[in-house]
């Protein structure tokens, strides 16, 4: 009982070491941002690498935690990016508050995508290993392939909607009245949008993120998700029903994945499907394995230095891409070393397993 109380307080002054550092961090950027000394190339990487920080938390609970190898969260991103932008843009006269309109574009982009989780998980998630990174692939390609067809317009009497699948169909058909505009253009993604995401939106997006997360790991369902991914079978022996469990972990990464969307989306003034492919899977799932499974601070990181550092190898050219493979095979070699782990052991506590 004991060793349960200490197990207890040294989880939560590592949550709470995970709230205190992105909070300073963000304090320490919004102070350099406001005495100008950030350029303009940088403060533009802000609000995506809170995205990319989101989706990285949100792959993690999956992957790390739920113990499902997903390469599909790129498909829920682009759902959240397009309802997004297409809720923020509807309701531009209905709310014209700003911060407003995005919050409410990332809620409904959460929802939306947490309801595409849902209707994809219920087939997917009895599948195990590589069948369900395979199924969770298609998946992704079939939503970009979706979202590559779709054409929207607003006008006065709503929106409109048409989807363009075999190429027919023109921004014509949608058959607005003269006070209408396109928000969507089928292959040519969003046009003219509004870029009203910013940093502190993105950091509260964060900070809700992590609150959801740990909080949902360290809970009685969170310890019957860790259970069912260190054995399945003794998980159903005791009465725990894995589908259900694994369906809240990838329901819930989703919909955070379409909030990360809808800030992302909402950050460029246009914006095509072919954004969210495979590539983009890959990168997230790159920052949840160089992080390390299950190791929420350390996605945070990966997520930043891994988005920064091309941009800050774009001195070397043609090389840059090179250099950047480079260092992500010296990181997981070093991470993975034993005498590595036990220098970090030294200098960092000593992480607790997610079971603790």
């Known amino acids: 009982m004991l060793n349960k109380i200490k197990n207890l307080k040294s989880t939560t002054k590592v949550d709470f070491a995970t709230y205190f550092g992105?909070?300073?961090?963000?304090?320490?950027?919004?102070?350099?941002?406001?005495?100008g000394m950030l350029k303009r190339a940088h403060v533009g990487m802000l609000v995506p690498i809170c995205s990319y920080i989101t989706m990285a938390v949100a792959l993690n609970l999956v992957v790390g935690?739920?113990?499902?190898?997903?390469?599909?969260?790129a498909g829920f991103m682009s759902i959240g990016a397009f309802t997004g932008v297409i809720a923020a843009m509807s309701l531009t006269s209905a709310i014209p508050s700003e911060p407003i309109r995005l919050a409410?574009?990332?809620v409904v982009a959460a929802v939306c995508s947490g309801a595409a989780g849902a209707v994809i998980g219920i087939p997917v998630l009895r599948l195990r290993g590589d069948y369900l990174a395979i199924v969770t692939l298609a998946f992704g390609?079939?939503?970009k392939e979706l979202m590559n067809c779709l054409i929207?317009?607003?006008?006065?009497?709503?929106?409109?909607i048409i989807f363009n699948y075999n190429g027919s169909k023109s921004v014509e058909d949608l058959h607005m009245l003269t006070d209408g505009a396109v928000i969507v253009k089928g292959a040519q993604g969003t046009v003219n949008v509004d870029t009203i995401s910013t940093f502190a939106a993105g950091f509260v997006?964060?900070?809700?993120?992590?609150?959801i997360v740990l909080n949902l790991v360290r809970s009685r369902s969170g310890r019957a998700i860790l259970a069912c991914r260190d054995n399945r079978i003794a998980a159903e022996s005791v009465g725990i029903n894995v589908t259900s469990y694994k369906m809240m972990a990838f329901v819930t990464s989703a919909a955070l994945a379409g909030a990360a969307g809808a800030l992302y989306g909402l950050n460029f003034s246009s914006m095509q499907a072919t954004k969210f492919d495979f590539n983009q899977s890959i990168l997230v799932l790159v920052f949840v394995?160089?992080?390390?499974?299950g190791n929420i601070w350390g996605s945070i990181i990966a997520a930043t230095v891994l988005y920064i550092l091309p941009e800050a190898l774009r001195e070397?050219?043609?090389?840059?891409?090179l250099v950047y493979a480079i260092v992500l095979i010296v990181v997981m070699l070093a991470t993975n070393s034993p005498a590595v782990k036990n220098v970090l052991s030294k200098i960092l506590p000593k992480r607790r397993k997610e079971m603790d």
């Open 22 to 35: 992105v909070i300073v961090a963000f304090i320490v950027i919004t102070i350099l941002m406001n005495q």
């Open 65 to 73: 935690i739920s113990g499902e190898l997903s390469l599909g969260h």
């Open 104 to 106: 409410v574009a990332m």
């Open 141 to 143: 390609e079939i939503i």
């Open 152 to 160: 929207v317009g607003h006008d006065s009497e709503g929106l409109h």
């Open 205 to 211: 997006l964060v900070m809700v993120t992590l609150v």
């Open 289 to 293: 394995v160089l992080g390390g499974l």
């Open 316 to 321: 070397v050219a043609d090389l840059r891409m």
